[in-house]
């Protein structure tokens, strides 16, 4: 069983459309994140989410908008799509906030022409 | 900002030599963990480390947390192909309170 699965795989889109991506976890955690990593592999926190509250807001554009219906989902909506925003981006969960090592989903590969 | 300085980024050595990473920062943090990440997937926790001075082994893999906490390094001894991907290390704690920092990564290429 898949422990933190994203969708989808690959997203292909042009400038200026709106895209989302979804996350699930059934892992029974509380904390759920959002994380970018970039061409160069470096992984920044975009959000996180602890039982559906929003805990975690890094300097993201507001474009970006996380949604959480329930503590096992953690949806993320890009209005706008910019160039810049060709990323892979990561769906993790961990049993609760602070140190708890982090499960990640195997990410979603968005490319923006 | 706390930054987390990652050593080397690039690492492309031959199957059975030894290696580092290492993993410094300025600042004390309450916790440390080791990650690697294989094309197409998401990073995969290796090991945390939570006490200074702590040595834990995962196999060929050797994982150290500095005295004061604020630096650790990633010894593979004998390399093998299998041990090719991204090694990442995270930190939490510090001024960074609820989310880990990760160092830039190590890019481990293990020939034949």
């Known amino acids: 069983d898949t422990a933190v699965s994203q969708t989808p795989k690959y997203l292909v889109t042009q400038m200026g459309n709106d895209k989302s991506i979804k996350c699930e976890q059934n892992?029974?955690?509380?904390?759920m994140y959002w994380y970018k990593q970039d061409s160069k592999k470096f992984l920044k926190i975009m959000f996180s989410?602890?039982?559906?509250?929003?805990?975690i807001n890094e300097t993201v554009p507001n474009r970006f908008s996380p949604k959480s219906p329930d503590k096992a989902h953690l949806n993320l909506h890009i209005n706008s799509l910019e160039l810049g925003d060709s990323a892979v981006y990561f769906c993790?969960?961990?049993?609760?906030?602070?140190?708890?090592?982090?499960?990640f989903g195997n990410g979603t590969r968005l490319t923006v022409t | 900002t706390q930054l987390l300085e990652q050593s080397p980024q690039f690492l492309s050595i031959q199957e059975g030599e030894n290696l580092t990473v290492y993993c410094n920062s300025s600042?004390?943090?309450?916790?440390l963990q080791w990650y690697r990440q294989e094309p197409g997937e998401g990073p995969v926790l290796l090991v945390t480390?939570?006490?200074?001075?702590e040595v834990k082994k995962l196999k060929r893999l050797t994982f150290q947390f500095g005295d004061a906490r604020k630096d650790s390094s990633l010894h593979i001894t004998a390399a093998q192909p299998g041990d090719t991907g991204l090694y990442l290390c995270?930190?939490?704690?510090?001024?960074?309170?609820?989310?880990?920092?990760f160092g830039q990564g190590t890019i481990l290429t293990v020939h034949p």
């Open positions: 993790a969960s961990s049993q609760v906030i602070s140190a708890s090592p982090l499960h």
């Open positions: 892992l029974g955690h509380d904390t």
């Open positions: 989410y602890n039982n559906k509250e929003l805990i």
């Open positions: 600042s004390v943090f309450s916790s």
């Open positions: 480390v939570v006490t200074g001075g």
């Open positions: 995270a930190a939490a704690g510090g001024t960074s309170y609820g989310k880990l920092t």
